[in-house]
């Protein structure tokens, strides 16, 4: 036996059944993955397979990607390689409802053209005037389109999430409602204070955009049946009836995206003094939140000194920040959550702080949440606030960070078990809601976001911060399925060398304390120097022998601590390449050296096996 094995005719027996079993497993497990990656980066949800099963006619994807213009972009032709993996897993898990086409348009080609036509953006990759296309076209068969102009690298969480929306949107037969019901006059109005006619804000005509929208009366009993999402907007005063409509909508599985106020700025209110104006400029849904397990308390405004905005007071309109007017960066905001983890900076004014209920059936989650330095203070203040600077000089940060906005998940009770009067036959509890609520209405005014530019008629907006692609993002989110919605934020591809990017921060530490302590020293010094200064300009700047020598001092040690800092840079470097040396020597020697050790082992086991 063993010389047939060793024998030529022995090694070419074993190499055909090698390639017989390679042809017979490639025919039986065509379909078969295994995915090994620690977060299953090429596995897809079950939301995904859900959107997938219930398509009902074919759909087409059209994947544009330059790979011949990014040959030396190891990055983005590793998140190419991801995404085609990805979609293919679509088509596979779709029985053939999906047909996937990639196409790598050259210049100057149809294919070229085709993808301009469909509305993907080109990104030019140097100044010769190379573009680069990496995006996602679908078409459905009814001839509707929907696009991913590009695939951002620093979205890649929300991969799977992006390619699902495009396919589920157009699944759809027609565009989603929303269904809204506001306090103020976001459809435009009449301004009684100038006496002219407003027109409708900004948000509503980007909302109008993507969605067809019904506008609600302030005491309707029942939501339609085709409003997807409802949308609350400064909700003052709601009859019990509307209350019960909006409650009962929940119960049904609707979801809802609220926007409550302590003191609305841009609601006009009433002219009946101080209280009765803070009052009237406030909104709630007390009985709707308790249910929903949650609370807004009454008349609390979050200042925040960290987050304050510089606003311009006064006949010189000197900048003063305001610490009720709040600019939210990116920490602020959850980077794990569809609606916020793409945004840059959100603005808000007098926003009110939400809690949640102890014991409460639902999950609180907050999408924004104030700094470290802030605390709450009574919403009344502001009906007659002339100077923010006296918020500020009395502000009190308790060290506690703030919900702004938050998602409501879970099951939840009705707010009326018993129904109201006449309405008795209502559903009690729901399974699962999803409700964002929002602890502030002036977000949505134009001024607090946009520029609008007004040219021969039409309005071309500018805006300045994400406000309005939030509110874009929560509809979005909240209009699909619940399949759509479990699709959460995956794994990146790349993973990142932790280690060494701790040892950069820690060095980066050390520089900035290093940095700072010569940057004041060269404050003081220029403070000393302009002390010295004649207040005759014409006159030379003389020093005496004592405040010569205190200047060589100063000189010298601002070469010392210089030198310190290029020791502190260099010691980083010689940590990071440390790491690497040891990390080159496992891969170059010990890896072989293992393998080699693994052979004479496996040599010396055959030698003195016995015969």
Same mark, same amino acid.
């Given at each position: ?105 050259? /210049? ?15 990104? /030019? ?39 699902? %929306? ?259 036959d209502g559903l009690k509890e729901s399974d699962s809601i999803n409700v964002i609520v929002v602890a502030d209405t002036d977000l949505l ?50 993973? /990142? ?7 950069? +921060? ?30 005759? /300009? ?27 800092? +290029?020791?502190? %840079? ?35 086991? %055959? ?5």
């Amino acid at each position: 036996m063993k010389r047939v094995i060793y024998s030529g005719a022995g090694l070419l027996l074993i190499a055909l059944a090698f390639l017989v079993f390679n042809v017979v497993s490639g025919l039986l497990f065509t379909n078969a993955r295994l995915d090994l990656t620690e977060q299953k980066l090429y596995t897809i949800s079950e939301g995904t397979e859900s959107i997938l099963e219930e398509l009902k006619s074919p759909i087409e994807l059209q994947f544009f990607y330059s790979d011949g213009a990014v040959r030396d972009l190891v990055a983005l032709r590793n998140y190419a390689r991801r995404v085609e993996e990805l979609l293919r897993a679509y088509e596979r898990a779709a029985g053939g409802k999906l047909k996937l086409q990639v196409i790598d348009p050259q /210049p100057f080609s149809e294919e070229e053209d085709r993808a301009a036509e469909l509305g993907l953006q080109a990104v /030019p990759l140097d100044r010769g005037g190379d573009k680069v296309y990496f995006g996602l076209a679908g078409t459905n068969a009814e001839g509707h389109t929907q696009t991913i102009p590009f695939f951002p690298l620093d979205q890649e969480e929300f991969l799977e999430y992006e390619v699902s %929306r495009l396919v589920q949107s157009l699944a759809a037969a027609q565009l989603p409602v929303v269904g809204v019901l506001s306090g103020l006059q976001i459809n435009g109005g009449f301004d009684m204070r100038t006496q002219q006619a407003t027109p409708p804000w900004m948000v509503l005509e980007d909302i109008r955009q993507l969605f067809h929208i019904e506008s609600l009366k302030h005491d309707i009993d029942m939501i339609p049946t085709n409003v997807s999402v409802l949308m609350l907007v400064h909700p003052k005063q709601l009859p019990e009836q509307t209350l019960y409509a909006v409650d009962q909508f929940v119960m049904r599985g609707g979801k809802v995206l609220v926007f409550v106020d302590p003191f609305s700025e841009a609601d006009p209110g009433s002219m009946m003094g101080p209280g009765g104006f803070a009052e009237e400029k406030a909104s709630e849904l007390e009985p709707l939140f308790k249910a929903w397990g949650l609370r807004m308390p009454a008349d609390q405004v979050v200042a925040d000194a960290s987050y304050a905005m510089s606003v311009g007071v006064g006949p010189e309109r000197r900048a003063v920040r305001h610490p009720g007017w709040l600019s939210l960066p990116q920490q602020a905001l959850d980077a794990d959550d569809v609606t916020t983890a793409s945004l840059e900076s959100l603005t808000l004014a007098t926003t009110g702080l939400l809690e949640p209920l102890e014991g409460a059936s639902t999950r609180f989650t907050p999408l924004m949440r104030s700094s470290g330095y802030a605390m709450p203070i009574e919403a009344e203040r502001f009906a007659t606030l002339q100077n923010p600077e006296e918020l500020l000089r009395g502000l009190e940060p308790t060290g506690e960070r703030y919900t702004l906005a938050a998602r409501i998940q879970g099951p939840a009770q009705s707010a009326y078990p018993n129904g109201i009067e006449g309405r008795k036959d209502g559903l009690k509890e729901s399974d699962s809601i999803n409700v964002i609520v929002v602890a502030d209405t002036d977000l949505l005014s134009d001024r607090m976001w946009v520029q609008v530019q007004d040219f021969f008629g039409q309005r071309f907006p500018q805006p300045w911060a994400d406000n309005g692609s939030f509110v874009i993002n929560a509809l979005d989110n909240l209009s699909g399925s619940d399949a759509l919605i479990s699709v959460r934020s995956r794994g990146r591809f790349a993973r /990142p060398f932790v280690v060494v990017e701790e040892l950069q +921060r820690q060095a980066e530490n050390r520089f900035r304390e290093t940095e700072e302590v010569l940057q004041r020293r060269l404050a003081e010094t220029e403070a000393q120097l302009a002390e010295l200064q004649s207040p005759d /300009p014409e006159q030379a700047l003389e020093l005496t022998a004592e405040q010569q020598a205190a200047l060589q001092g100063y000189m010298q040690e601002k070469l010392r601590i210089r030198k310190e800092l +290029r020791e502190v %840079r260099y010691q980083l470097n010689a940590d990071i390449e440390g790491l690497g040396r040891t990390l080159k020597f496992l891969n170059i020697a010990l890896v072989p050296l293992l393998l080699t050790l693994g052979v004479l082992g496996l040599w010396f086991w %055959r030698r003195r096996r016995p015969a």
